[in-house]
């Protein structure tokens, strides 16, 4: 027979039977609902251990009879993915550009992976609508720099401009200002010159002053005309459309500094497939030769 304890007298409780200096330990019960909880926690908890993944064992962990794993989900989507993308990538593998261009499936194919492509590695700096921000040329337009034919477009996109693939597009305009090339009022009058090119509003007795400087600095790259050559990237300064903008500060500011834009080199970071997809999809958006 267990001894009964003392029952404690303020508050009817029985005691545990401690005492420290006088004070006595009453023996109150835990609620039977937080007990039951508790209970129903360690049931949960067993269960799980039985079914998922739990415990880490020397080498691995215990596997659940479930065999349930988020890791063999995801390699079993990529997996799937890959077996998907390689069948329609054996289509574009051997067929020329022009080819996928004529076939609609393949370019149907070729445009939604260029598309996909083009908004993970491209749409920081072209824009998501590859409209092109300043500095950063619109894609959409019929206005190329280095050519808007699928193998120029292909070709830009495989070496890049100005980077650091040994065949990269290159081009420097000179910094007439930073280097001191020219004199400042000689800028000034060539940036009178360029708003007239491009039919701005411009000062003629200035424009008329830069002529002849413009013939002799600017030409071989910009053409006398001033439309720009192809093989040197360098923009028609005629039209209305700037890559730097075309206010008589942003103009000057160009002349002065001679900035020259940096596209990646992308043959090396993707595979051909995707390359040729990217210039399929560029050379469609509407302004391809
Ligand atoms: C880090 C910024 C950056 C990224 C990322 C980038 N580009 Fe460019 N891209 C540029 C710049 C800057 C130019 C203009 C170079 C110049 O001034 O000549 C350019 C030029 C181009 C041109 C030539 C346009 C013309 O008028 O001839 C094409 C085509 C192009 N990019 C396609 C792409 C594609 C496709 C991707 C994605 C695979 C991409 N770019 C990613 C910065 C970038
Ligand atoms: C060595 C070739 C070269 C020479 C010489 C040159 N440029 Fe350029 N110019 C370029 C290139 C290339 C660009 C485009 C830079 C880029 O793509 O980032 C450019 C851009 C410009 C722009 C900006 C156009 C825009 O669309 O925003 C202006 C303005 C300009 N040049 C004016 C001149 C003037 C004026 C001279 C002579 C004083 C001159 N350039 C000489 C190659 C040249």
């Known amino acids: ?116 492509a083009f908004g993970d590695n491209c749409a920081t700096c072209h824009g998501s609508g590859a409209q092109g921000f300043k500095g950063y040329p619109n894609l959409n337009d019929d206005i190329w720099l280095w050519g808007g034919t699928l193998d120029d477009i292909r070709h830009t996109i495989q070496v890049g401009v100005r980077s650091a693939h040994p065949e990269a597009r290159v081009s420097q305009m000179p910094a007439y200002g930073r280097d001191a090339l020219l004199e400042k009022n000689q800028i000034a009058d060539l940036t009178q010159y360029v708003l007239k090119l491009s039919g701005q509003k411009a000062n003629a007795a200035a424009a008329a002053r830069a002529e002849p400087v413009f013939k002799e600095q600017c030409a071989a790259c910009h053409g006398d005309d001033g439309r720009g050559k192809r093989e040197f990237g360098s923009p028609n300064l005629t039209d209305r459309e700037w890559l730097y903008g075309g206010s008589a500060a942003e103009i000057r500011t160009q002349i002065e500094q001679g900035r020259g834009g940096v596209m990646p080199t992308w043959g090396t970071r993707l595979d051909a497939m995707t390359v040729d997809a990217l210039a399929v999809y560029v050379h469609s958006l509407g302004g391809g030769e």
């Open 1 to 116: 027979m267990a001894k009964r304890n003392e029952i404690d007298q303020a508050t009817g409780t029985e005691t545990t039977g401690h005492e420290w200096d006088g004070i006595k330990e009453l023996n109150t019960p835990l609620p039977r609902w937080w007990l039951w909880v508790f209970y129903a926690t360690i049931v949960w908890a067993i269960g799980y251990w039985v079914l998922y993944p739990a415990w880490p064992l020397v080498t691995g962990y215990t596997q659940g009879v479930l065999n349930h794993s988020q890791r063999a989900d995801v390699a079993q989507a990529v997996k799937e993915m890959k077996t998907q993308r390689a069948v329609q990538g054996k289509q574009l593998q051997g067929a020329t550009l022009q080819q996928i261009e004529a076939d609609p499936n393949l370019l149907q194919f070729a445009r939604e992976a260029g598309k996909s």
